[in-house]
């Protein structure tokens, strides 16, 4: 639930966002090295803290880094690309390209200059723009959200595909979609449709938390993808986000691209009560 203070009448007081689970105006900043100027997804491995994962949307690269230590380590897998978002599931680390093609190593292979057991994932997915990607540990499926589809009209419906590496399919093996009109009863209006661009589940709730740098929208769903929460993302805070995770006690990870003003960062924002 939102609650807003508004000071009395004065329009000049700043809105208040007051959520239930995190302070979305009160974030710990972790500011991004040159390298991840563009950091596009990022990614916790089984929701252990220590040691942050990232990708950024030029080099294929691997990043980790510890919170607030600035010096990154990376892996090759890939030559330049667009690289949109990254996931770890069984110790394994899988990394998704705009155009839905996947790259996939050994999490071991990190801690190497190259990794050499890489595996490309092509036309699993329907021709479209991807951005965001989860990979869950308890059903071993990875979730992978359209940005941009042509199967879809993102103003009412916007599409989800299911994968399952571990049936070394090659192709997904299910669907899920977002009601785009649930979103617009808490929110008002959706301008140009819904373009997702992260999404990640709530350890503690099994919620979906889904991001939108295009709507600069946080939106939560349960675990049958029906909407029940939606949050404005102040600009200000938010520059770009477009990757999301969660660690193992729940505390939220956003990370946002650079601008000609700030450099990229990831915002943590700690459970309420903890």
Same mark, same amino acid.
Request: proline content about 4%; some cysteine; aromatic content about 12%.
């Given at each position: 639930?939102?609650?807003?203070?508004?000071?009395?009448?004065?329009?000049?007081? +700043?809105?208040? *966002?007051?959520?239930?689970?995190?302070?979305?105006? &009160?974030?710990?900043?972790?500011?991004?090295?040159?390298?991840?100027?563009?950091?596009?997804?990022?990614?916790? #491995?089984?929701?252990?803290?220590?040691?942050?994962?990232?990708?950024?949307?030029?080099?294929?690269?691997?990043?980790?880094?510890?919170?607030?230590?600035?010096?990154?380590? #990376? %892996?090759?897998?890939?030559?330049?690309?667009?690289?949109?978002?990254?996931?770890?599931?069984?110790?394994? *680390?899988?990394?998704?390209?705009?155009?839905? %093609?996947?790259?996939?190593? =050994?999490?071991?292979?990190? *801690?190497?200059?190259?990794?050499?057991? %890489?595996? &490309?994932?092509?036309?699993?997915?329907?021709?479209?723009?991807?951005?965001?990607?989860?990979?869950?540990? !308890?059903?071993?499926?990875?979730?992978?959200?359209?940005?941009?589809?042509?199967?879809?009209?993102?103003?009412?419906? *916007?599409?989800?595909?299911?994968?399952?590496?571990?049936?070394?399919?090659?192709?997904?093996?299910?669907?899920?979609?977002?009601?785009?009109?649930?979103?617009?009863?808490?929110?008002?209006?959706?301008?140009?449709?819904?373009? =997702?661009?992260?999404?990640? +589940?709530?350890?503690?709730?099994?919620?979906?938390?889904?991001?939108?740098?295009?709507?600069?929208?946080?939106?939560?769903?349960?675990?049958?993808?029906?909407?029940?929460?939606?949050?404005?993302?102040?600009?200000?805070?938010?520059?770009? =986000?477009?990757?999301? !995770?969660?660690?193992?006690?729940?505390?939220?990870?956003?990370?946002?691209?650079?601008?000609?003003?700030?450099?990229? #960062?990831?915002?943590?924002? +700690?459970?309420?009560?903890?």
């Amino acid at each position: 639930m939102l609650t807003f203070s508004l000071g009395g009448c004065d329009s000049t007081k +700043k809105e208040q *966002v007051v959520y239930k689970d995190y302070n979305l105006d &009160e974030p710990d900043k972790f500011n991004m090295p040159e390298s991840l100027f563009e950091i596009s997804g990022i990614a916790l #491995n089984q929701g252990n803290p220590d040691t942050l994962y990232a990708i950024q949307d030029e080099d294929g690269r691997l990043y980790r880094l510890g919170w607030d230590h600035p010096k990154q380590l #990376n %892996v090759k897998f890939s030559k330049k690309g667009d690289y949109e978002d990254v996931t770890i599931l069984k110790n394994s *680390v899988f990394i998704l390209k705009s155009n839905g %093609v996947l790259f996939n190593f =050994p999490l071991s292979e990190a *801690v190497f200059a190259e990794a050499e057991q %890489v595996r &490309e994932y092509k036309k699993i997915l329907p021709k479209g723009e991807y951005e965001g990607m989860f990979g869950d540990e !308890a059903s071993g499926k990875i979730y992978i959200l359209c940005k941009n589809c042509e199967q879809d009209n993102s103003k009412n419906s *916007v599409t989800g595909y299911i994968f399952e590496p571990g049936k070394d399919s090659t192709q997904a093996t299910g669907k899920f979609a977002i009601n785009v009109d649930q979103i617009k009863a808490i929110t008002g209006k959706v301008e140009r449709g819904f373009r =997702p661009s992260g999404l990640a +589940k709530n350890p503690l709730t099994n919620d979906w938390y889904i991001i939108s740098a295009v709507n600069k929208l946080m939106i939560v769903t349960d675990s049958e993808w029906k909407v029940k929460e939606a949050y404005t993302l102040n600009g200000n805070t938010f520059i770009q =986000p477009e990757g999301v !995770a969660f660690d193992k006690m729940g505390n939220l990870y956003i990370s946002n691209e650079g601008d000609d003003l700030f450099s990229g #960062n990831i915002l943590k924002f +700690k459970k309420m009560g903890r």
